[in-house]
């Protein structure tokens, strides 16, 4: 490694470099995520067992003893920070730090060099961490005055994790940080052109909201030929008070393209199309309901144009409402049950950063292997989707992770890359497992194990689906219930009615909730009947769950009480309980024979009211239809996978959107 420091006469990047990524701070109207970007803490590992070289508990987070406040009005630019006279300012953060493992793995980048600008006097002292979180000092260097200190570093040691970053120390004045950068020596250029698309269902304000923060960073849009708006909803985006003026610093980059509601796979798939057909050589897809840090579109392009072969890159989703909290590092889909999983045991869902800084969360420096990434912020090659073609057309749930299997089937890999990230409304307020979408999660994994899964059966994957119908239907969540029955129905119908079925099934679902009490909401309680229940609980206890050795048995009596005890009239008349969401559970609502249940964000309130006949019927036609696919799961399989090329094709894809939209040829 060589250190070099000298006064300020060039330019940051030297002549055969190449900037891989920027330090950069919040933007103005983002400084509650400053955490995310640069920490006063001191850098500190946790204790490392002697006896075996493992954390006492690798799962837990060192809290800081001496961390700071990190003063926001310090901030100078996009670029620059001041750090007070004796002050530490750490860049070993999400944003700032650099993902060592990644690139080392990736790419064909084996050295990477940090160069800092900086006026002042103080030290700059770089660090790095190794997969168990372990931090160790690299080098330091003293600088005073207008200097550039370089420091040129191996990407050998991070086989398995890690991550180089940092810290600025001031003396006795104030110290500035002009600016810093991660870059490598190469005659490469990033040439690769990018068609961003945003896909979106009546959210026009995030849809306005960044395309400003697209339009005032020019940079972010460097490489970007096109900016395409698929709108599916029914207030367009194009008509909403102050398109005008948030369209007009993206300029004519920015194309809208108006289609029927064709779900998130036919939004994505449309983006995908439209890159093919302009030349471009990647597909940026984004959600619309996101904030965006527009610095990760330059950092998914460089990483995808360096790796040695053609990559998926994907950006992390931090929550809209809570904005330090990373939801998920990565996520890889359990083969014998067809769900998204943590792709290691010591990973965590919901990492708070304001709690935990990135040094010192042990876990976050295990480099994360994953199988797909979700849509939120997903950049594909162009060369990809001519190859393995567009999303299956199956409407919002698992398009992402089918696309993500496929592709690893194909050869090619999927990175979630630390560093890139969007602000998404994370999934903690939402319950998609009831109501209309569950007929999508319930079909759309079977087809996914149909198409993906290397058991017999699918593994895990019926039974657990006939017992989500019994949880439901015990539930009296007959609705769900109903569509779950659907999708089953529509499976074994085969693959040839899915584009069909993409503008239909979600009005004939939703017109359904007439039908249904379940899925009749109000926004207040007090529109419906006082809840009283009949008799007090037994010994004052409330219902608990079963024990496992008694499930089984618990369950079973539990359905046959409900299939043959009549409904009272005063059940009928007025619900039992009032039960909020969270304490929704399928064996405490079992026990009920009427109830007022909030919705997950809490906005409304449906009566829940439990009907023997719903209950026989929709048991009945689950138990047959799953029996109907153990006996067809060999053909249906075939079936599936002999008519995935086609019903993913560009070709096919086409025709639908032909059918679809408003403005096909504009």
């Not at 083969?335 to 990135?358: K, V, W």
């Not at 809840?531 to 046959?560: H, I």
């Not at 079936?639 to 025709?655: A, G, M, P, Q």
Request: glycine letters at 8%; proline letters at 4%.
């Amino acid at each position: 490694m060589s250190v070099f420091v000298e006064e300020i006469n060039t330019e940051l990047v030297a002549a055969g470099y190449l900037t891989l990524q920027r330090v950069v701070l919040p933007e103005q109207t983002q400084v509650d995520t400053a955490q995310l970007y640069v920490d006063s803490g001191i850098a500190t590992s946790a204790p490392l067992s002697t006896m075996n070289g493992s954390r006492d508990n690798d799962r837990s987070t060192v809290a800081s003893g001496s961390s700071a406040e990190v003063h926001v009005e310090d901030f100078l630019s996009r670029t620059s920070a001041r750090v007070r006279p004796g002050a530490r300012l750490s860049f070993g953060t999400y944003f700032n730090a650099f993902p060592a493992s990644y690139w080392r793995r990736w790419t064909v980048v084996d050295q990477v060099r940090l160069s800092v600008k900086t006026s002042g006097s103080g030290a700059v002292v770089v660090y790095k961490s190794n997969a168990r979180g372990s931090l160790q000092r690299v080098a330091s260097t003293r600088v005073a005055g207008d200097q550039i200190s370089t420091f040129d570093l191996t990407l050998a040691p991070f086989g398995d994790g890690g991550w180089y970053w940092f810290d600025l120390v001031a003396g006795v004045e104030a110290m500035v940080l002009q600016e810093a950068q991660w870059q490598t020596a190469t005659d490469r250029q990033i040439n690769g052109k990018v068609t961003l698309e945003i896909t979106t269902l009546n959210k026009t304000d995030f849809c306005l909201n960044n395309l400003r923060i697209l339009g005032s960073r020019p940079e972010a849009l460097e490489h970007v030929s096109e900016v395409l708006i698929v709108d599916q909803g029914t207030q367009k985006v194009a008509e909403a008070e102050g398109f005008e003026e948030a369209a007009a610093g993206v300029g004519d980059k920015l194309r809208i393209i108006d289609q029927d509601n064709l779900g998130g796979s036919g939004g994505f798939s449309r983006g995908m199309l439209e890159a093919v057909d302009n030349g471009s050589d990647y597909v940026l897809l984004l959600d619309d309901d996101v904030t965006v840090e527009p610095e990760s579109i330059n950092r998914l392009l460089t990483f995808a144009e360096l790796c040695k072969r053609p990559t998926i890159v994907g950006g992390h989703m931090f929550d809209l409402y809570n904005r330090t909290v990373l939801h998920t590092f990565g996520e890889v889909v359990n083969p014998y049950r067809i769900q998204p999983d943590l792709p290691s045991e010591d990973a965590s869902l919901g990492h708070d950063f304001a709690a935990g800084n990135l040094r010192q969360s042990s876990w976050l420096h295990r480099r994360t292997d994953v199988d797909y990434n979700g849509w939120w912020m997903c950049l594909i090659p162009t060369t990809v989707i001519r190859e393995i073609g567009l999303a299956l057309p199956i409407f919002i749930k698992w398009d992402d992770a089918e696309y993500g299997l496929r592709a690893k089937e194909h050869g090619y890999s999927t990175v979630s890359l630390p560093g890139a990230a969007v602000w998404h409304v994370s999934w903690i307020d939402k319950d998609d497992l009831v109501g209309w979408q569950a007929y999508f999660h319930t079909r759309n994994r079977l087809i996914t194990a149909l198409l993906h899964s290397p058991y017999e059966l699918g593994g895990r994957v019926i039974r657990e689906s006939f017992q989500l119908d019994i949880k439901h239907l015990v539930s009296m969540q007959y609705y769900t219930a109903r569509g779950r029955v659907m999708a089953l129905r529509d499976l074994v119908d085969g693959p040839a009615k899915l584009h069909d079925l993409l503008a239909t099934k979600l009005p004939e679902i939703r017109s359904m909730t007439g039908e249904f009490s379940d899925s009749q909401f109000k926004p207040e309680v007090d529109l419906f009947p006082a809840p009283k229940l009949d008799k007090p609980p037994k010994k004052g206890q409330g219902f608990r769950s079963p024990g496992y050795l008694n499930l089984l048995p618990w369950t079973m009596r539990t359905v046959a009480r409900q299939l043959v005890e009549p409904v009272k009239n005063s059940s009928q008349e007025r619900p039992q309980a009032l039960i909020p969401h969270q304490d929704n559970k399928w064996w405490r609502m079992s026990q009920y024979d009427s109830a007022l249940v909030s919705n997950a964000d809490g906005t409304a309130v449906s009566w829940y009211k439990r009907d023997p006949r719903q209950l026989r019927k929709l048991l009945a036609e689950a138990g047959r239809l799953h029996l109907q696919i153990v006996r067809d799961w060999s053909r249906l399989r075939k079936e599936y996978r002999e008519n995935l090329v086609e019903i993913t094709s560009i070709d096919t894809w086409r025709k639908t959107f032909e059918a679809h939209s408003e403005n096909a040829g504009k």
